[in-house]
């Protein structure tokens, strides 16, 4: 038990809520780790046996995003994270909150630069689909979802940078209806990557198709 005051000194949030916990860092993986397959060769498989499915944050800003996208990404069974080193947020306390603790169960890889790591899983047997609004397949019609797969967001506002970009297999949009013209980074992740869980479910039950 300790004083108000001294909880403010360790807490690194603005809002412990009571408690602080010491521990360990979360460390980082080589984005070896997250794939493994031979050069050029598709499909990949990760270490565990389990076709990749990872989600690679490209520049997003905000923690909350950041936080709230580990967490759907856990929820819709994705095998890791790539994040950049730099032009980003890492996993800061507000970043560790909002995920809910669905950071400390995915493999996370810090990289140098998002559009060499993007190269990099290609040349891996990744197939890599940036959600984009002007993408030229949408996600109903994505059809390497049950394929070895990295889907990448780009920031908040400004999407995915152009080197980024060209550099994916894929650039996929999520039809909107209404007059609004793009959804919140987390929310458009969330949705991407749910959608592809339910392909690769479909996927192993119909013996492994491509949907």
């Not at 990448?152 to 039809?175: F, T, Y």
Request: aromatic share 4%.
């Amino acid at each position: 038990m300790v004083s108000q005051d001294e909880l403010r000194t360790f807490a690194l949030s603005s809002s412990p809520q009571g408690v602080v916990a010491r521990a360990a860092a979360i460390p980082a993986v080589g984005l070896d780790e997250l794939v493994r397959a031979s050069d050029g060769s598709r499909p990949a498989s990760t270490p565990k046996g389990a076709v990749p499915f990872l989600f690679v944050l490209a520049e997003v800003t905000d923690p909350h995003n950041v936080g709230a996208i580990c967490r759907s990404a856990l929820g819709a069974g994705a095998t890791g994270i790539v994040i950049g080193k730099h032009r980003g947020a890492h996993f800061s306390p507000s970043a560790l909150k909002a995920a809910a603790g669905a950071i400390e169960h995915l493999p996370i890889a810090l990289v140098g630069g998002v559009a060499q790591a993007v190269s990099e899983l290609v040349r891996r047997g990744v197939w890599t689909v940036g959600l984009d609004p002007e993408g030229e397949v949408t996600l109903d019609t994505l059809p390497v979802a049950t394929e070895p797969i990295a889907l990448v967001v780009g920031a908040e506002g400004e999407g995915l940078s152009p080197l980024v970009r060209q550099r994916c297999d894929l650039r996929c949009r999520i039809p909107l209806y209404g007059p609004v013209g793009s959804l919140n980074v987390s929310v458009a992740a969330a949705i991407a990557g749910f959608f592809i869980a339910q392909k690769r479910a479909a996927g192993e039950k119909s013996g492994g198709e491509v949907g």
